[in-house]
């Protein structure tokens, strides 16, 4: 796209991660408690707030995950046009609606709405960004021309599980919330445990480059 590069697309990226990120904290809130009964009463307070902190701790990991997979991705994009644009932008939508999700769940943790609206907003999050990576895959847009296509399939195969498994966690929301809230604190953790496996910093997570001849 002419006149615009894909470094501004990264920083308006970086922007809004920056901001989701520093959003999320926002909805936890210090107790106000009487003086006479301090230690007891805030440490009911604190308790109460385990659900809000729990939320706040998955949705950062959970964004943390998918800027270094973002990052990855556009260190292989050599160029932009308005599609790929519109594409980005579609994704940070979903990345910005991350802290209100996480501000629900986290006031309401095992109530089935609030658990279904969080795993639809990460399910919206992930084929978005892998919409992103396909579309530009596709369009021979990569900058590492040398890309097999067994490494692109495989990077769909792992951008796929997330979403996957977040849909996993809204049907079981139908039977225990509990146990979504468990899927939504594993996925994250197993992108990252992915991206440390990987030793070159730019093929990390789920990326690699064919043999050269």
Known sequence: MAGLGKGRIEALTDGIFATAMTVLVISLSVPVVSAPQLSTELVVDLKSLFPTVLGYVISFVVLAAYWVRHHNMFHYIAKVDSRLLWLNILFLLTVGFIPFSTALIGRYPLTRIPVIIYGSNLIGTGLSLQALWVYSANRNQLI???????????????????????????????????????IYTIIPVFYIFLGLRRRHPTLRPHIESSPKK
Not at 163 to 176: D, M, Q, R, T, W
């Open 144 to 182: 590492a021309t040398t890309l097999s296509e067994r490494a692109v399939a495989r990077a769909n195969i792992l951008m796929l599980i997330g979403p996957v498994g977040y849909a996993a966690a809204i049907i079981l929301a139908f039977i225990n919330t509990e146990l979504s809230l468990a």
